[in-house]
Structures are given as C-alpha cells and as structure tokens.
C-alpha cells in the first residue's frame, strides 16, 4: 500500500509550478514536504487529493492508478490550511459531513454516524464541543475539528497542508506530539506540508526537501542533517536553524 | 472649554438633519401623498378602482410576468455567480461588465432592442409573423424585457459574497466524498441562502415595477398587454386619479413589504448572516 509519486509536472499558464516530482512513501510512513513559500508543496498536495491533475507524471496508491480514481472516490483525508470548516454547520455537523454523503446503501444509519462523531471528538479531545458553531472555536479547536472531520471518511492517506500555520508555538508543539502520536495509532500513510523545518524534522519518519518545483533531497532528518545533498539543501536546513532536538 | 467632540455632535447633528429631511422630502412624502391620493374620494372608490376588469387583468399580467422572470433570473443568477466566483477563465471580468450591462443601459433601449429583433419589422420579424408567434406587443415580450431589465439583481447580490467565500469548502466537501450536486445543496447553497433570499425580493420588486423596457414592449392594450405600472400610466393620463393612485398604492405597498421582509430577515438571522461571511 505504498505510495509512488513519478516525475510530476504542473503548469500554471506559462508558469511551471512541478518540474518533475518524484518520492515513495511506505505504508504508514509520516512524511514531510519541506520547502519554501511557493515551492509547489500545496499543488503536490492537490494533486494526490484530486483537487488538481498534474500534466505529466503518475501516481500510484496500493497498486492503482490514483489520478484515475475522482477525489470524491479517492477517500484521501485532507485538511486545508485554512481548515475549509463548513461555516453554516456545527461541529458535530462538519465531521458528519463526510459518512453522511455516501451512497444510500453504504451510507451508515444515523445512530451510527453519531456515535462514530462523539468517537471522534474524544479522539480529537473536543468532548461535548460537538454543538458550536466553526465561528465560536479557537484556531486549534478549529484545526482538530477539521482533522476529524477527515478521519471520519476512514481516509486511505492524511493530506495535511500546513495545518498548524495559523497556531502560536506552543500550541504548534503540543498539537504535532499528539499529531504524530494519533497517526501512529491509526497507522495512516500522512503527507505533512511545512516550511517549518524543526516542525518537519521533529515529526516526520521522512523529509522532502521541496525548491522550485523540484524534490531536492528527500530522506530520513537524520540523513538530510549529516548529508545534505545539494547546496540549497544545505543553506534551507542552516538557514533556518538545525540544533538537534 | 471646547471639548474634541463637541465638534463631532454638531456635525453628527447637522448629518442626522440632512438625511431626515432629504428622506422625508424626496421618499416619505411622494409615498405619503401616493396613499392619500388614493383615497381622496373614501376607500371604498379606491377599492372599486382595483376591482375593474382592467385592473384586475394588469394585476394579473404582473404577477405572471414575474412569477416567470424571476425564477428564470433565480437559475441565471445563480449559474453566472457561480461561475464567475468559482472559476478561473479568460474574458471573466467582460462577462462580469455584461452582467452589469442592463443597470447601465436606459430600460427604453433594453425594450427597443427587442423590437428590433422581434418586432414586425426586425430580424426575426417576417420568420415568426409567418410561424403566428407573437413576442412583441405580447406576454414573451414583456417576459424577455422583465427579464433583461432585472438580470442583474441576483447574480449582483452572490457575486461578492461566493468570491469572498472561496471554494474551500466545495472542495473540502469533494474531499469528503460528495458529489456536486450534493456539493452544491448541502454547502453552497446554504452559505448563500440569504443573500439569494434578498436578491430575489429585490428582483422581484423590479420586475413588477418596470415601465420603460416594457412599455416599449408592450404595446399598452388595455385588459391584455397592460403591466400594473403601464395601467397606473393609462388611468393617470385619463385623468382618472384615484384609479391610478389605487393601483399606486398597491405597488407601493410591495415595495414597503419587500423592505419589511428584508428588515425581519436581517433582523431574525443577523448572526446566521454574519457566520456566513468569512470567519
Ligand atoms: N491556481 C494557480 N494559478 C496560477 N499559479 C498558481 C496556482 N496555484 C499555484 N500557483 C503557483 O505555483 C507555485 C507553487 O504554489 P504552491 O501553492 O504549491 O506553493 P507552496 O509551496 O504551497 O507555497 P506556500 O508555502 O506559500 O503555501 C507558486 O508560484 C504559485 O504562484
Ligand atoms: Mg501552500
């Protein structure tokens, strides 16, 4: 149940935002997209959730051709920067969304969607939170409303797009240990975006270091920390501080 | 001792008095006088005034005519905002000038372009004289300038609120596994419920109150192509005022429950409508 992304291309217009992007995530793997702003980290990150086709380039998932399958079929878990949180429902509302658009026949009964909500909440320690409205949460809450509204597709990957940009430091901490801990729980292949390069190293089994449309180095913290291998790699890992944690 | 804000009250004051009085004068007053006009002569003139045939047929004619335009423009409306704010193309701020195209034509012009295509003697005039279609001087006429005339209204009220809105959650809801007509009922339309709501009230106040496109379209026969403002016009130049006021009344009266409707909607759902702005 690997995923296999081959040489990637993407064009915006004129503008090529993926010059050939290619990496492998194990099953189950945490993995990191580190690189600087506009790198093409989200437009990696839309192409495995469907939100975008790549010009050229494959991707594979558990053997399937998965720019074949729609988003819609993909059950690809992602969660947006600025969350996306159904603004017109609560909470609980938000992370039934996805069980309750299914088709009729696989479509869970009400009694179990709700169940399957409060799980979720105490998962994402949100318990009794379920009846407000996105409006009357905090960024975190916000950010573990959205996480769980994910998790309730069963998703076959976690797409996560800079999820704790919005969030102070210490928040930021405390959410990507119990990120990393929930993940390995549930053993879900997890794609990270980041320009954070201590949160990327703090997290991940794995880093991609991204520039320009391009995967320069993509290898475990320690790897890239001993070796870099380009210069940029380098100078983005120093650059942004590389004290040992 | 002159305090800083002294200086605000007097001008807070003098603005307070301005407003009032350009209000009272150039709105409350011509609606007043529309309403008293209409009973010069006891409400049970003004009643009889509603009841002719003439003006039951006018009434009539404005209710169908709208009962058309505006579900048409609801479905126009909506389709041009949602394409216009949730996609990407060339020529994208043309079609945003077109839309606006009827608030910045005379209504006059937008009825004559009709004739011009449908009239007797305009493009399609000959075709459809020999088809037995009638367009001009009839209801599709009416409709058609109804419709150009009011185009604007819904798609104007959505346009800045689905911008503003993104499609992160349409493509959140994607994500999620549903489809986009499930997308569309289940998140799109309740984000734009209210906004949609006003611009059809302010959609439909128009389309019954038009006189200049439809006049032009109409042909002013009496008991059959006359709107309720055509038919105001008719009896005013009679010299028949109190008829004319009567049916006055009534449109006026639409405009009063439209802003009343409006106020309870804003009112009731304030904080529904505040949520559904960006948070
Ligand atoms: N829809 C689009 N149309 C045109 N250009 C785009 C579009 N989406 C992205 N781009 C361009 O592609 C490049 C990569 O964008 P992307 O959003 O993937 O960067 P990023 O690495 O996620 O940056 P950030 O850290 O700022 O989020 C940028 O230069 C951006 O301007
Ligand atoms: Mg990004």
Redesign the pocket.
Known sequence: MSLVVDSITKR??R?A?LKGASFTVPQGAFVALL??????????LRILGGLEFPDDGAVRFADMNWLGVPARERRAGFVF?QYALFRHMTVAQNIAFGPSVRPRRERPSRKEIAHRVEELLHLVQLDGLGGRYPSQLSGGQRQRVALARALAIEPRMLLL??PFGALDAKVRKDLRIWLRALQERLGITTIF?T?DQEEAFAIADLVAV?NA?VIEQYGTPQDLRRAPRTPFVAEFLEQTGSAPN | MRRPTDDSILTRGLLIAITIGFIGIFLLLPLLTVFTSALANGLQAALDALRDPDAISAIKLTLIVAAIAVPLNLVFGVCAAWLVSKY?FRGKSLLISLIDLPFSVSPVVSGLIYVLMFGLQGWLGPWLRDHDIRIIFALPGIVLATIFVTFPFIARELIPLMTDQGRDEEEAAVTLGASGLQTFLRVTLPNIKWALLYGVLLCNARAMGEFGAVSVVSGHIRGLTNTMPLHVEVLYNDYQYVGAFAVASLLALLALVTLTFKSLLEWRYADEIAATHRH
């Open positions: 915006f217009g503008f935002a690189g600087p702003s506009g790198s093409g980290k989200t437009t990696l920067q797009d800079e975006v320009h991204m449309g | 990407d």
